[in-house]
T-cell receptor, first 115, second 115 residues
Framework: QEKVQQSPESLIVPEGAMSSLNCTFS?????SIWWYQQHPGKGPEALI?????GNKKEGRLTVYLNRASLHVSLHIRDSQPSDSAVYLC???????????????FGAGTRLAVCP | EAAVTQSPRNKVAVTGGKVTLSCNQT?????MYWYRQDTGHGLRLIHY???????EKGDIPDGYKASRPSQENFSLILELATPSQTSVYFC??????????????FGPGTRLTVL
């Protein structure tokens, strides 16, 4: 079964700073990796996904994936108070993982952006 | 006009009672999912469905049943509720794009307390 771990558990950054969140997973043959954002009392919303090694940029978000080190990171440039939320890393299992075509979520990183 | 809705939003049940959580989606997605979210565990998959009439066991199915009577509706049933099932439950719908089943759209959640 796929295992997903996120760090740090919580992160406090000043407005305008870069926020960096980390995620490690257990199977290099995993399919896509997603980052979801969850505000208090709401359901998670998908932010960005990546499949291939390297980086992907969308607006203020950049994701880096290194399958060899089983690591993916999310970086939020120019962080805003409205970015304050829990960020969930989710991994789609590959064919040999026992979690094929199912998402496995990490426990999340709680981000607080202070004005 | 939310695409995934859940009812009820809050529920208090007694130990040993039957609980039914309902989910409706207007995304016309084939796949639907039930998760529970507990502190420190992230989202864990209980049951999922590939279409009307189908249900599959997720990672933590014990004590839960699921029903998918139509494309739009997916229910989670606790026949004999226990306090350990106190949690926040999320329903999601999803579809695949180019073979990637990953993107899922979540409802607002149901907070269930079993006394």
């Amino acid at each position: 079964q796929e295992k997903v771990q996120q760090s740090p558990e919580s992160l406090i950054v000043p407005e305008g700073a870069m926020s960096s969140l980390n995620c490690t997973f257990s199977n290099s043959a995993s399919q896509s990796i997603w980052w979801y954002q969850q505000h208090p009392g709401k359901g998670p919303e998908a932010l960005i996904s990546i499949f291939s090694n390297g980086n992907k940029k969308e607006g203020r978000l950049t994701v880096y994936l290194n399958r060899a080190s089983l690591h993916v990171s999310l970086h939020i440039r120019d962080s805003q108070p409205s970015d304050s939320a829990v960020y969930l890393c989710a991994v789609m299992g590959g064919m040999l993982s026992g979690s094929f075509n199912k998402l496995t979520f990490g426990a999340g990183t709680r981000l607080a952006v202070c004005p | 006009e939310a695409a995934v809705t859940q009812s009820p939003r809050n529920k208090v049940a007694v130990t040993g009672g039957k609980v039914t959580l309902s989910c409706n989606q207007t995304n016309n997605h084939n796949n639907m999912y039930w998760y529970r979210q507990d502190t420190g565990h992230g989202l864990r998959l209980i049951h999922y469905s590939y279409g009307a009439g189908s249900t599959e066991k997720g990672d933590i199915p014990d004590g839960y049943k699921a029903s998918r009577p139509s494309q739009e509706n997916f229910s989670l049933i606790l026949e004999l509720a226990t306090p350990s099932q106190t949690s926040v439950y999320f329903c999601a719908s999803g579809d695949h794009r180019g073979g990637n089943y990953a993107e899922q759209f979540f409802g607002p959640g149901t907070r269930l307390t079993v006394l």
